[in-house]
Structure formats: C-alpha cells, structure tokens
C-alpha cells in the first residue's frame, strides 16, 4: 500500500534496520549516505582505505564499514552493538538505528526497535525468510511500528528475478498476516552497488515502485501519541529554594496548556497547571515529546515515578497485567522469581505469575511453557509489588512498556509491553485487625525471626536445625521448623525438581514463614534453596533483622560421601533429574548473617553457635 506525503516536508523519520545476519543491513545504510552525498571527502578516503583492510568487498567499497564501528565487528564483518546514524535529505531528517542480526543481540534489536517509528526489514534473497527474519518481524509488531519496508537485497546474485522477488513478498505477506501493521513496501534492492537505494533501477524494470530513500522521504507515520490524553511522567522534583517547587519531565502523550487540571494517576489528587517551565522561558502549551517543568496551583503530595494525567482521562492503575514479553536473560525466565520492574522513571519489584504460552515465530502457534530461553516471546501475567500507572501498549507505547531487570547482576533480562489489567483483586482489601505482630511477640517475650538455613544435601541443614529449636524449646521459646521433604507432602506436593518448580517451592515457603514471624515464632526453615535470588525475596518479606541467613557450608565430596538419603548415587547413575550440586546448580550465600563449618565442627557445636548468636542480638529475653 502507498505513503501518503508527510505534513511537514522536515519532519524527522526514526527508522531501524532489522533482519538476519549478513542480510546487509550496515552495507545498505551505509550506501544510502553514500549515495545522498552526505559523507566527507575524508570520510570516503578512511572507507577507501578500511575496505582495502577489513572490506568484504573485494575491490569495492565495503559500505558496511561506515556504520560497523567497533573493532570486533570490523573484523567479523557482523553488528553487535546498536548503531545510530543521523543523515537528511532535501525533503526529510532521519535518524537510523542498525541493529544486530544474530539471534544472541536480539536484546539490541529491541532497544534499537523501542523508539522507531518505520523499520526496513532486511531480507536476503537468495535464502528468503529466515527464523530470525520472522522473529524480528514478530518484535516490530508487538513494539508498535506499525509501517515496514521489506528490503529485499542482494537481487544481483539471484540475476534480478522478479519470480525469486514475488515468492518472498509473498511469504512475508503470509508470515505478517495478523500483524496490524499499517502499511507494508516491498523493495527489491542490491544495497553493494545502490539499486533502488537512492535511484531506480535499470535492472529492475518489471518494478514500478518507490526507491527506498523515496517512499522514507515521504511515509506519514501515525501521531497516536499527540493525538492522545496528556501523560506526564515526573522525572525528577525541581526544587531549588524555598519558593520554588515544579515537576520535571517529558510528556509521554497528549498536550496541555497553563490553566489545565491535571491528576495524579494513582492518588487522584487534583491541581491546575500555574506554569510550563523552560530553560527558554515560560510556554502557554506544551506537546508529546517536550521536555518541561511544571509548576501546580497548590502542593500535593507527588514525587519521582508518579503520573500526571488529564483529569477525564487517567490511566490504568493496578498491581496486575498481561503482557507480551521478550526474554532476553542468558539464563531461563522462572515464574515466580522476583525481578525489578522499570516502567518511566519507576522501578520497582516484580514477578511473573503465569507464562501464559510462549510463541513459535515460525508458525506463531501458542505453546506451553514453564519458562522462558533467551530471545523467546511470550505472553504473561505479572505482579508488581505495588499499583502502577499505565496504558496498554497500543494506546501508547512509552506508558505501556517495560523493562525487567536481574535483581543481582543489574542486567536488563526482558522487554515487555502491557496488553490489560488483570482485576483480579479489585474487590480484595487489607482487613484491619486488633492484635499485631508486635503485641504477638511481647506475650511470647521474644523477638520474632526466620532462621534460614541452607546448604547442599546431606550438609546437615535438618540435623543442626531440629537440635537448635530442641534447645530453644527447652528454653521456653516459641518455635517451629518449616523442613524440605516435610513440605512436600503437603503444600508443595504438587511440584517437581526443575528451576522453576524451586523458585516456586521458595515462594511458598517463604510467604508462611512471613505469616509465622507476624504470629511471634521463632522460624526455622530448612531448604536447600539453591537460588540467591529467592533467598533474597525471602529477606526481603520480612522486616529489617528478620531474617538471619545461616549457610550450612559442607563441600559437595563431603555431602556426596555422606549421602543419607542414596540421593548422590541415584542422581549420579541418572536415576534422578535436576539434583543440586550434580546436574542442578547451587549459588551460596554472598553475605550470610553466620557460617557453619560441618567439617570442623559437630551438629552440636554449631547449633550451639546458633543459639548464642540469637541471645547476642536480642532474639530471646533473660
């Protein structure tokens, strides 16, 4: 379908180059700026001589070389990182982002994708539709670019065949159907020597459409986010002296004038716009994508992460949503596990609840799964610790997205986009009650905490654990033990060994220690809990000092020799899947609160050990 002409004949275009590696992304970028006549004389003798050294060539230029900056690309000839170029023409401004073609940087195509608004999808011609074509074709659509060139390249070495050029259209046509995109060029290109670049093709005469610079120079791409209600992320609260107090920030949608009610999305409280604040001066209005300071009519209580929003027009608030998700962790995506959420400027803990399915990306068939690879796409349900503002996706997209972040390695692990609400607990509210944790454990005279141990199998976690709370028992303390194999037969019976039935296993454990602490019990939990990240969830339920973590710290050739169970011997002949310490990792402790030597020291002697920390931070009276 055409491309009506834009509103403004310099209005900026931000587009991505996408597609499967050696598709020729790099080299068809840096052809276009070539070709318009927008590189420097210098700048073509350094892409003369890089050619001559890196180029893929022959005796040609190598285009890619103008974009492909870093070192270990040049001399892979591959895009890893994201690379951004700004070039423009008579008629328009573009800034082109050049994305990876490997299936391990697909998180780099996603961040070049997050902000375009038009994507060039490269195909080769000669191999067609690939795996990874149809996954950046899936990304493009659940980002929300609605408006998609497919570049078919590389027609010199298929001798400019409109027969091979019809059958990919019509297998991406095929691959698309259901995708919403809005319009979807199809051009038939050779980006090493410009054909249909910036000028048509004599090769090419069966084609009677747009060059690729063409029909970029003059696509109208949508303007939901202006045209929508006002969304207002607060940044940052400027405060610079007493007499001045505004909020700063960049409208995500919509626009406002002085004088206008605003609201706060997730209190509801009201004011009216006094000023629009620039480093320029004041303004009577401002528009999606501005960049200001705001200053209301009266204080209410607002701070960095809240939401302004037209007062008709707030957005979704809650602490449940489906969503499309793109895993991008080196390690599996495990429901349950708790990660940060990143959402405008809000951060915040997160878990996924549910994978509702995960997606093929070839037959786009929905699949079970319990969790996620890297690079996969799912749809799923997710639980933030608090409410949230936010709009689905496609009503806007800087609102209705997301980020998770590894609560350890700070690493960004998967890109979402938010499709609905869940109203699950709508109707479900705190009940207040009469008597406290705190008025629980003045009549126990003790101080209520989890005692956390974990280690290997056959560490001694259980032995150490029933004789610390024996002792504590007898000295007249309130107590329980929360054991491993005991659980299993009964609220976690249901689950298996894998990584992700652990993390549930932690969870569930965890949230009824939470509940025996607020009873005013001392707690003792004996797992191995083999993942620092649910240990760390666990700390994290219970108030500060709550939580002792105690790291039963036997080697695995002394657990293994002990092996009271016969579970080493078993696991080692293969007879039992996904056991710690053999096929099953185990990440110890970083910073427990006490470490036991098995080795060095008895049960006894440990225990011991235990019971005279407790008395040294004040868990037991007298």
């Known amino acids: 379908m055409g491309a009506p002409a834009p509103k403004d004949a310099a209005s900026q275009l931000r587009f991505v180059t996408c597609g499967s590696v050696d598709d020729g992304k790099s080299t068809l970028i840096g052809r ?41 690309e040049r001399e892979q000839g591959i895009t890893i990182d994201v690379a951004y170029r700004y070039f423009a023409t008579a008629r328009r401004r573009f800034i082109v982002a050049d994305t990876p073609g490997h299936v391990q ?152 004038r002085a004088g206008d009610e605003v609201v706060v999305a997730a209190s509801g409280k009201r004011a009216n716009v006094a ?44 602490d449940q949503f489906a969503a499309h998700l793109v895993w991008m962790g080196e390690d599996d995506l495990l429901p349950s596990r708790s990660y940060l959420l990143k959402t405008g400027r809000r951060t915040l803990a997160a878990t996924i609840t549910d994978i509702k399915h995960r997606i093929d990306v070839n037959t786009r068939q929905k699949l079970a799964a319990k969790s996620l690879a890297l690079n996969e796409l799912a749809v799923c349900n997710v639980s933030t610790a608090e409410p949230i503002a936010f709009d689905p996706y496609d009503e806007n997209r800087q609102t209705g997205s997301f980020i998770l972040i590894d609560r350890f390695t700070n690493a960004t692990v998967a890109a979402g986009m938010i499709d609905f609400p869940l109203r699950r607990a709508s109707n479900i509210h705190w009940q207040a009650l009469s008597i406290d944790a705190g008025k629980r454990a003045e009549q126990k005279r003790q101080t209520p905490v989890v005692i956390w141990f974990t280690g290997l199998s056959g560490a001694g976690k259980s032995t150490i654990a029933d004789i610390v709370e024996k002792r504590l028992f007898a000295l007249g303390a309130h107590t329980y033990t929360l054991d491993g194999d ?28 939470k509940l025996m602490a607020d009873a005013g019990l001392i707690v003792m939990v004996s797992f191995i809990s083999p993942f620092r990240s649910e240990r760390r969830m666990a700390r994290e339920m219970l108030p500060d000092g709550a939580f002792i973590e105690v790291h039963v710290a036997t080697p695995l050739e002394v657990a293994e020799a002990r092996d009271p169970k016969g579970l080493y011997r078993k696991a080692r002949a293969g007879e039992l899947a996904n056991f710690t310490g053999i096929d099953s990792p185990y990440e110890p402790p970083e910073n427990p609160e006490l470490v036991l030597d098995t080795v060095a020291h008895d049960p006894q002697a440990l225990a011991g050990q235990i019971v005279a920390y407790l008395r040294q931070r004040g868990v037991l009276e007298g």
């Open 32 to 72: 276009m700026l070539y070709d318009a006549k927008l590189l420097m004389e210098d700048q073509v003798e350094a892409l003369v001589r890089d050619s001559r050294m890196h180029g893929t060539a022959g005796e040609d230029i190598d285009f890619a070389l103008l974009v492909d900056g870093l070192e270990a």
């Open 105 to 256: 940087y697909t998180r780099n195509m996603v961040t070049g994708a997050s902000t375009a608004d038009a994507a060039v999808l490269m195909v080769d011609a000669r191999k067609g539709l690939l795996e990874q074509t149809r996954r950046h074709a899936h990304i493009v659509s659940l980002l929300g670019i609605r408006h998609v060139v497919v570049a078919i390249n590389k027609m010199d070495l298929v001798d400019f065949a409109q027969t091979r050029f019809d059958a990919i259209v019509s297998d991406f046509n095929e691959a698309a159907a259901g995708f919403g995109f809005a319009s979807v060029q199809a051009i038939p290109v050779s980006a090493r020597f410009g054909d249909n670049v910036t000028e048509a093709s004599a090769r090419t005469p069966w084609y009677g459409g747009p060059t690729l610079i063409g029909y970029l120079e003059v696509l109208d791409t949508d303007t939901a986010g202006a045209d929508g209600p006002l969304r207002f992320p607060v940044q940052w609260v400027n405060r610079p002296n007493a007499d001045f107090r505004g909020y700063a920030g960049t409208l995500a949608g919509g626009s406002l």
């Open 275 to 318: 000023r629009i604040v620039t480093m320029d001066g004041d303004l009577e209005a401002a528009v999606c994508g501005d960049a200001v300071t705001l200053v209301l009519d009266r204080e209410i209580d607002i701070s960095r992460g809240d939401m302004l929003s037209a007062a008709g027009h707030r957005p979704v608030v809650a």
């Open 486 to 513: 005991n659980v299993r037969h009964g609220l976690n019976r249901d689950l298996g060994f894998t990584d992700a039935d652990r993390v549930e296993n932690i969870r569930r454990v965890a949230e009824v220690a």
